[in-house]
């Protein structure tokens, strides 16, 4: 199993709500990554866990809260969205984190009313 | 902070043409250079990528990327395109011993049959 699993693949929310999204990996990978597409943009970093523990957070909102339960999966909850939050939100995992490809999910299509 | 710059937003070929897409980056230590392609509607998959000794490296799909340490590129290259190659490119950097990937703003290329 070389594949990272997003759910949902879309979702739409309004700036009051409170969701989840999940990301799952079964590769065995210790090192997971939430990152954030804009349209015509390329990824950009949000957070990384090593080993379940925080370890980079690139100075993102408090709206977003990451969450590693244990070594497969990846949480990202979202409260207070705004609209400009919109985007697709990537899940990544390599297998310790440094010098090494990451495997990239499908994504969460993400819109904010 | 490491920075990448892809000298190209869109690229329109014909089938069987060449392929040359730049990626520069800046960066004074160890770099690990990445390729990523994103076919329409599906995830960032990783096309090849460089860390150490030959500089010529080769991928997935005929595609091959030259590092030239002194010009700080990692140029991406495929002899004759196919329609199939129609996709969004990215280079990307991983500065030695970083989590961080940092990715260029990436290049369309849309291959005419």
């Known amino acids: 199993d070389t594949e990272v699993t997003q759910t949902p693949k879309h979702l739409v929310m309004g700036m009051t709500n409170k969701k989840s999204l999940k990301c799952e990996q079964h590769?065995?990978?210790?090192?997971m990554y939430w990152y954030k597409q804009k349209a015509k943009k390329p990824p950009e970093l949000m957070f990384v866990?090593?080993?379940?523990?925080?370890?980079i957070n690139e100075s993102v909102p408090s709206r977003f809260s990451p969450e590693c339960p244990n070594s497969s999966l990846l949480n990202l909850h979202l409260h207070a969205l705004q609209p400009e939050d919109s985007a697709l939100y990537l899940c990544?995992?390599?297998?310790?984190?440094?010098?090494?490809?990451?495997?990239f999910g499908s994504g969460t299509q993400l819109s904010v009313l | 902070a490491q920075s990448v710059s892809q000298h190209n937003h869109h690229v329109i070929l014909s089938e069987a043409a060449s392929l040359e897409l730049g990626c520069n980056y800046s960066?004074?230590?160890?770099?690990?250079l990445f390729w990523y392609v994103q076919y329409p509607g599906q995830h960032l998959q990783l096309l090849l990528k460089?860390?150490?000794?030959?500089?010529l490296v080769k991928g997935i799909k005929g595609f091959e990327a030259e590092f030239i340490k002194s010009k700080f590129s990692f140029n991406l290259r495929k002899p004759s395109v196919q329609w199939s190659d129609t996709a969004e490119y990215f280079c990307?950097?991983?500065?030695?011993?970083?989590?961080?990937?940092?990715f260029g703003k990436g290049t369309k290329l849309s291959v005419i049959p």
């Open positions: 990544a995992s390599s297998l310790t984190g440094q010098r090494e490809k990451l495997f």
């Open positions: 590769m065995g990978h210790r090192a």
């Open positions: 866990y090593s080993y379940e523990k925080l370890s």
């Open positions: 960066y004074g230590g160890t770099v690990n």
């Open positions: 460089y860390f150490s000794g030959d500089p």
């Open positions: 990307a950097v991983n500065a030695g011993g970083s989590y961080q990937l940092t």
